[in-house]
């Protein structure tokens, strides 16, 4: 078996061949959070989806991929049923989603970076001209979908 980063059997992925976009100057790096779905039944246990995308000078976001996601579920022997309700912080998931778009691969992960050639290509391939090197000094953000937003902050 080979090592390395693969996405759960049924997971979402990313639609192949996405089209080359109009070039510009790639000034930032990001990833994006939503929910998976609906809201389950079980309130202890979501499930979300996790892309990445370069932020262009003129504000544009292009998407890079989209096939990562984690799912959290809170447990607790202590209460009957052994079901919780699930509480998220921003930070909570903010840590996952980073967590999401690092490499998992033993030497990669030592390293705790993302694997810059391989966004770079990606970002090539949508008509973006940079470089891993480019990538690497670029401030890298994580944005919430609204669905996100209003979960973290219920009324």
Request: aromatic share 8%.
């Amino acid at each position: 078996m080979e090592a390395g980063w693969r996405p759960a059997p049924g997971a979402y992925r990313a639609p192949r061949g996405l089209p080359r976009v109009e070039p510009g100057r790639v000034v930032g790096l990001g990833a994006s959070c939503d929910l998976q779905g609906a809201y389950p039944e079980d309130a202890s246990t979501r499930s979300f989806l996790v892309s990445e995308f370069a932020i262009l000078e003129d504000g544009r976001r292009v998407l890079l991929h989209a096939e990562r996601g984690f799912s959290v579920t809170a447990r607790s022997t202590g209460v009957p049923g052994g079901v919780v309700p699930l509480v998220e912080t921003r930070e909570s998931i903010t840590q996952q989603v980073l967590s999401a778009v690092l490499p998992n691969d033993e030497e990669c992960a030592m390293e705790q970076e993302h694997d810059w050639s391989w966004l770079a290509e990606l970002a090539r391939a949508r008509g973006l001209d940079v470089t891993e090197d480019d990538l690497r000094g670029l401030p890298y953000e994580v944005v919430f979908a609204d669905r996100m937003t209003r979960w973290l902050s219920p009324t």
